[in-house]
């Protein structure tokens, strides 16, 4: 998994590539990486999963514990680009209801304003 | 440079901030050039209408002011909600003006009928122009700037009293006596200017943003209802409101019975002789007493004491006036003069200050409707009523023949009088709450946490379980069959769920994600077979696993795959570990979990650490606490020692307080006692809080906050929670003071964010530990809009603070939180520092 992060119009993107799954976890954490941006300020988190194939429990842990995190500042974590089956499995999960989703990074970061 | 001078000039007797001299002074003599025009004009009506009328014919002259206002109040709550605010006021003082014009003309005729149209005028005069005065007031100033500038700007109008009184007493004798009026008229001409350099001045300061804001709402407010009604609906429906017109009533009706008791007591004590000579002195000295109360005093007791305290200093002084004078009766004229005194110079200052910042937190729409009902009608009316119920008293009360009342007549009205004022007290003790509340809901809360907002959406279980599911599938069918279990056992595999997991591809080939729970048939074949009942399925399952047979072999199988290498090795690994969850805590197999739970591998240890969560054995709680310690593991073994509940909290404690002991263990540990979130684990907590420093300390504090969150009803030492808020002020003001102007330059540079950081960690956590012991959304609700909030949303959550936190507290938190300069601040943390750091209060 890699994850690069990109600031535009006072967002923080993650573009996050390959699987963020518990075998594949690098030294740093998104949560991590999360946390840092909030560190130094920053309140609006985008993670975007276009490259993004597949998440298991400990993904769904990372992306909670950011969401909370970013939340707990007053700040917003959206998710852009989702695949098509990941959404279908967030909606059974229920994650749709706290995590705001949407199809491309512009209507995404507009969003945020 | 001008302004620099006038700053320091009025910093002397007003706490005012750079930037607010210019209005501070409009306001001031905007206040001023409208009552010294009225003294002028007062004392004109009562000698016009007493030598062309008589004394006899003064009932006519009130029953025509009460009758009109009525009439006022209609025509005024009409046209405020359909011109502008700056339009209805400056023509209000042009009207106004050329009335007293008008007037000016028609004493030259020496009309009989004109003396009672000029009293009745003048009456009205004073209560638009001064309702108008404190509603543009209230538009102006949100409640910390009102409290600051009040005393200095309501100064205006004892001046005002003052100076015009004089220029009456002292011009009236000479030939310029013709002409007071046009000097009234003058005065009020230059008003008209005040008035439109502070509407060009809130122009000026009003963002474009926050101006179109206004302007929309202006225009809704034009759609709204107006009216004597409607002021009269709005009262009605709001209990504060109501509360606000009792306090109005009642102290219009104490008033007058004051009022009536000190004539009669000064009538009595010195007889006719040189009664006006003696009004004359007692007026000017009362008016002087206010404005020096007014301009040095008021700011500074509502500030010092809030102002639900502040509103019984005026009804617990004329309680003890009254009470004097129940005692001397006729006997000393003194009390009646302190009675008196105080209730001219409190009325005009600290009572009115006070009643005007009590209307500051209401919606616009209510204020205006409700300001004009109240101040315009109800005050006239409440001095009716008073006059009325003096009335009955001197029915029934004993009489004298010569001074119409005896001293026990006088004493009996001292008792009634204190009857009442206990009324009054109970009111304001209601009205400041009412007033608490209403800055309450002023604020609206920016965020909730986090966690409780997941927590309220999402099964968080049932999520990793799904995820965990699917990704298992690729990995070996028996782990996927025990993951299918494992939902099935917790009944947790609905159709759609059904659905997802037997899909053959890893890519779901629709276009519409909806249709997919809607069609019935996919094309898909459904890979669990239908007709195995859950039931069965599962009972089966459960009985294999616990055949003595199943236990020894299985015993042995997982032996040998913990001793197994590679990737084979790791998968056989996950499933004994997932399987072991599976089964019955007193299975021999079990015991096998302690080496699945040390493995290398963090993905059969997550598994391992999820059985263990099932199975709640006590002897896997130390493997389980060792993998805190673990980043990629340390969120399941929270969540796996959160499951064992409040039965080890104890050791869990054991952990936290021992020094020697991992910090990030400590942390981790101090986060699973927050998701127990009993009283014992709160209690834990808060027994570390005083020790505990750095990150751990943060963490204790923000794990004592979500159990505030979670669970109103434990509670928190308070020693100990104070002793903490005082040692995080004590850091802030060293880190404050410390950090020399060079550093805080890099900081407004933004190259030392370090410094900024802490600041901003430290008070955060003092909110969320004065969260524990005052009330936990309120204090919330103020630090979410402190850091986030516009002028008037920072301005409102200092206020609740004000209202909700103890003096010693309050005087304690504000410096950091309170708008002030650099210096100021500086001067106000090392006071801290001088009266903390001793140790006097903090640890």
């Known amino acids: 998994m890699r994850i690069s992060p990109r600031a535009k119009n006072d967002v923080i993107i993650f573009d996050i590539e390959g699987e963020i799954k518990r075998s594949d976890i690098t030294d740093v954490t998104l949560h991590q990486l999360v946390k840092d941006q909030l560190e130094s300020g920053k309140r609006k988190i985008l993670l975007n999963f276009e490259q993004v194939e597949f998440i298991d429990s400990f993904g769904v842990g990372e992306i909670l514990a950011s969401y909370i995190s970013t939340h707990n500042l007053g700040g917003k974590l959206k998710i852009v680009k989702i695949s098509k089956k990941l959404y279908l499995i967030f909606q059974v999960t229920m994650l749709t209801k706290v995590l705001d989703i949407f199809d491309d990074e512009e209507s995404a970061l507009k969003s945020f304003f | 440079m001008a302004k620099d001078r006038l700053h320091n000039l009025l910093s002397r007797v007003v706490d005012i901030k750079p930037g607010e ?5 409009f306001f001031f003599l905007y206040f001023f050039l409208i009552t010294a025009p009225y003294y002028i004009i007062k004392s004109l009506r009562n000698a016009n209408y007493l030598e062309h009328q008589g004394v006899n014919r003064l009932p006519l002259a009130y029953f025509l002011t009460a009758l009109l206002m009525g009439f006022v109040v209609n025509l005024h709550s009409k046209l405020q909600v359909k011109i502008p605010r700056r339009t209805l006021i400056v023509s209000s003082l042009i009207f106004f003006f050329l009335n007293i014009g008008l007037f000016w003309w028609l004493f030259q005729l020496d009309w009989k009928w004109v003396p009672v149209v000029f ?8 209560i638009v122009l001064v309702t108008q005065f404190w509603i543009l007031v209230n538009d102006t100033f949100n409640p910390r700037e009102a409290k600051r500038l009040i005393g200095f700007i309501g100064s205006g109008a004892q001046l005002g009293a003052i100076l015009g009184g004089m220029m009456a007493g002292s011009l009236a004798k000479t030939k310029a006596s013709d002409f007071l009026l046009l000097i009234a008229a003058g005065m009020l001409s230059i008003s008209i200017f005040i008035v439109l350099s502070i509407f060009a001045k809130q122009r000026k300061a009003e963002p474009e943003a926050e101006r179109e804001a206004a302007d929309r709402k202006k225009k809704s407010e034009k759609r709204a209802k107006a009216g004597f009604r409607d002021g009269w609906e709005t009262v009605k429906q709001s209990p504060y409101l109501k509360l606000l017109a009792g306090i109005v009533m009642v102290t219009l009706v104490v008033s007058t019975l004051i009022d009536f008791q000190f004539n009669s007591i000064v009538f009595n004590v010195r007889g006719g002789k040189n009664l006006t000579s003696f009004f004359g002195y007692f007026n000017a000295g009362t008016m002087a007493f206010a404005f020096l109360l007014q301009l040095l005093l008021t700011s500074n007791i509502i500030r010092r004491y809030g102002i639900r305290l502040t509103l019984l200093f005026y009804p617990l002084i004329l309680l003890l006036g009254s009470a004097g004078i129940g005692m001397v009766a006729f006997a000393s004229i003194i009390p009646a003069i302190l009675i008196k005194a105080s209730d001219k110079s409190l009325a005009y200052s600290l009572n009115q200050s006070v009643r005007e910042l009590l209307y500051i937190p209401i919606s616009v729409e209510q204020k205006y409707k409700a300001k004009v009902f109240i101040d315009m009608f109800l005050n006239r009316f409440a001095k009716g009523v008073g006059a009325v119920i003096l009335w009955l008293l001197l029915a029934i009360l004993p009489k004298s023949s010569e001074i119409g009342i005896t001293a026990l007549g006088i004493r009996y009205i001292s008792l009634v009088v204190a009857f009442i004022i206990l009324g009054w007290i109970l009111l304001n003790l209601k009205v400041g709450r009412g007033y608490t509340d209403t800055v309450k809901e002023k604020l609206k809360p920016a965020w909730e946490r986090g966690d409780r907002l997941v927590a309220d959406q999402v099964d968080v279980d049932y999520t990793k379980l799904v995820f965990d599911t699917l990704e298992s599938k690729d990995r070996s069918s028996v782990l996927y069959a025990l993951h299918l279990f494992d939902l099935i056992r917790q009944d947790k595999m609905t159709p759609e769920l059904k659905k997802i997991i037997s899909h053959k591809s890893d890519e779901v080939r629709m276009t519409s994600l909806g249709t997919l729970f809607d069609q019935g048939e996919t094309g898909l074949g459904p890979e669990i077979d239908d007709n195995l009942s859950d039931e069965v399925l599962q009972k089966e399952i459960q009985e294999i696993m616990s055949l003595d047979s199943y236990q020894e072999v299985m015993k042995s199988y997982i032996g040998k795959a913990i001793d197994k290498s590679g990737a084979e090795g790791k998968i056989a690994r996950m499933e004994a570990a997932k399987a ?8 021999p197999v079990v015991e096998k979990l ?15 650490l999820e059985s263990a969560a099932a199975l709640k054995r006590r002897e896997s709680v130390p493997a389980l606490v060792q993998k805190l310690s673990k980043p990629v593991l340390c969120e399941d073994a929270m969540d796996a020692l959160a499951k064992y509940g409040g039965k080890i909290v104890g050791t869990l404690a054991d952990y936290l307080g021992d020094s020697g002991e991992n910090l990030e263990i400590r942390r981790g540990v101090s986060s699973v006692l927050a998701r127990i979130g009993n009283q014992d684990a709160a209690d834990f907590l808060s027994w570390e809080l005083t020790e505990a420093e750095g990150a751990l300390a943060m963490d204790i504090i923000d794990g004592l906050d979500k159990i505030r969150t979670e669970n109103a009803a434990v509670h928190f030492p308070e020693e100990a929670v104070k002793s903490k808020i005082y040692g995080e002020i004590v850091s802030y003001c060293q880190n404050f003071v410390g950090s020399s102007t060079e550093k805080r330059e890099e900081k407004k540079q933004g190259i030392n964010q370090d410094w900024e950081k802490r600041q901003t960690h430290i008070l955060e956590s003092i909110f969320k530990l004065l969260g524990l012991i005052y009330p936990h959304e309120d204090i919330a609700k103020a630090y979410q809009n402190l850091k986030t909030g516009t ?13 909700i936190l103890e003096r010693e507290m309050r005087d304690t938190v504000f410096p950091l939180v309170e708008e002030l300069s650099l210096e100021e601040r500086m001067a106000r943390c090392r006071d801290l520092l001088t009266n903390l750091a001793g140790g006097k209060r903090s640890k």
């Open chain 2, 594 to 608: 302690e080496d699945l739970l040390a493995d290398e591998s963090p993905e059969v240890s997550h598994y391992a």
């Open chain 2, 21 to 25: 001299e210019v209005i501070a002074v």
């Open chain 2, 119 to 126: 009293w009745v005028w003048a009456n009205i005069f004073m």
């Open chain 2, 580 to 587: 072991i969850g599976l089964m019955n805590p007193d299975a």
């Open chain 2, 791 to 803: 002028k008037d949303s920072v301005a409102y959550a200092i206020e609740l603070l004000d209202n």
